[in-house]
């Protein structure tokens, strides 16, 4: 079992930057890949990012390259998504997932609650 609680969410400006954070526990965070998703109302979640259980791997979506950067502190249990030049339209609820290593929702057994990020023009 793994138990994630995300954080960092909030409402910014286009332009600006926000970091969130996943925080794990249970069973051994660092053996695990992690990965980002966020979703609209009535819509399936989307794919945002993943990292490999040590960091040394990542992908992200087209929609985010060079603006997001994901990335994991095994020693904290804790893995993040710094971000940046956040647009109107990445106003979503993210998710952080435990499993992987695909982009699909099902290929992760793990989730946290959500945290809103709401950019605005």
């Known amino acids: 079992q793994v138990q994630l609680v995300e954080s960092g969410g909030g409402l910014v400006q286009a332009g600006d930057s926000l970091r969130l954070s996943c925080a794990a526990s249970?069973?051994?965070?660092?053996?695990?890949?992690m990965g980002w998703f966020r979703q609209l109302p009535g819509k399936e979640r989307e794919f945002v990012s993943r990292i490999n259980w040590s960091g040394a791997s990542t992908y992200y979506a087209d929609s985010v390259k060079g603006r997001f950067t994901i990335s994991r502190d095994n020693a904290k249990s804790t893995m993040y998504l710094q971000m940046n030049s956040l647009k109107p339209e990445d106003t979503a609820v993210y998710y952080c997932?435990?499993?992987?290593?695909?982009?699909?929702?099902?290929?992760?057994?793990?989730w946290g609650q959500g945290t809103q990020v709401t950019v605005s023009s």
């Open positions: 997932a435990a499993g992987g290593p695909g982009v699909g929702q099902y290929d992760y057994n793990y």
């Open positions: 249970g069973r051994t965070f660092s053996s695990v890949g």
